[in-house]
């Protein structure tokens, strides 16, 4: 089954916000709201959230930095339900927040009618642009038998444009492109210049007319900055990753292209990839990428990274 044909144009750069939610580190409403305004100011007009990003918080800042402003897509995910806890302490899950609620897996037509409400609650909106399946890794037969059905009722109902699924992997995905009429797959760092395993999935949604939106292009910050350095996939990077993150990046020193530039030009060369999606936790790292967005990359260096069997 092929994607709907009334999807909302995609912008071609977005906005990730999960950092701004504390992500491993807190992120003050200040900073937060300073960080949205510069990609903004930067013209992002598409910007990606979720209830797991700071149990809620992350839907909250940006519905507020967002609000008056009109011309943006918006994505929410649905799957995890944030329920008070009442246990205390800081979150365990990769944000420092406090844990006064807690997540629950929920891929249930009503847990997932639920979590939509309570998204655009929390955001302040009437509707969303996009809805994604979130992370269904261990839910897969309830997500395709109950999710995505639900889903696809608020989509006819006109309460989210586009539905689809959001993973690090690629295989349950394709499961989504081929058994469902998702319109929207956002996959994380596995089409990027050190990790292109996803490409049977990009094929499948490029036969299918599904758009890809490329998430995690800097594979958890290796491909960051001009010197490789730190970590892959959320761990220290192994000494074969990180060799072969520092040839890419001679090749692209050599062609006067800093490695994050390369890092988020490559995944839209697939037709099926309408955006790449980059998160920031402030406003110098928005600046930053945004300097080096509209840089052409010479073909040449995609044909040298071929040649030497780095692509």
Known sequence: MTGRADVPALPRLGFGAAPIAG?????????????VEAAWSSGVRLFDTAPHYGLGLSERRLGAALAGRTG???STKVGRLIVPSGRGGRDDQGFDVPADHERVWDFSRDG????LEESLERLGLPAVDIALIHDPDHHMEEALAHAYPALAELRDQGVVKAVGVGMNQWRAPLRFVEETGIDVVMLAGRYTLLD???????????ERGVRVLA???????????ARPSGTFDYAPAPPAVL???????AICESYEVPLPQAAMAFP??????????LGARAPEEVRANAA????????DLWSELEAEGLL
């Not at 292109?196 to 490029?206: I, T, V």
């Not at 060799?243 to 990046?249: L, Q, S």
């Open 23 to 35: 992500l491993y580190e807190a992120v003050s409403e200040e900073q937060a709201r300073a960080t």
């Open 72 to 74: 943006y897509v918006l």
């Open 112 to 115: 997932v009618r639920r979590s």
């Open 196 to 206: 292109q395993s996803g490409l049977p999935l990009l094929e499948a949604c490029a």
């Open 215 to 225: 998430a995690g292009v800097f594979n958890s910050g290796l491909l960051a900055t």
């Open 243 to 249: 060799d072969r993150a520092r040839r890419v990046a």
């Open 268 to 277: 839209l060369r697939h037709p099926a990839v309408a955006t790449i999606v």
């Open 292 to 299: 080096l967005w509209d840089r052409p990359v010479p073909e």
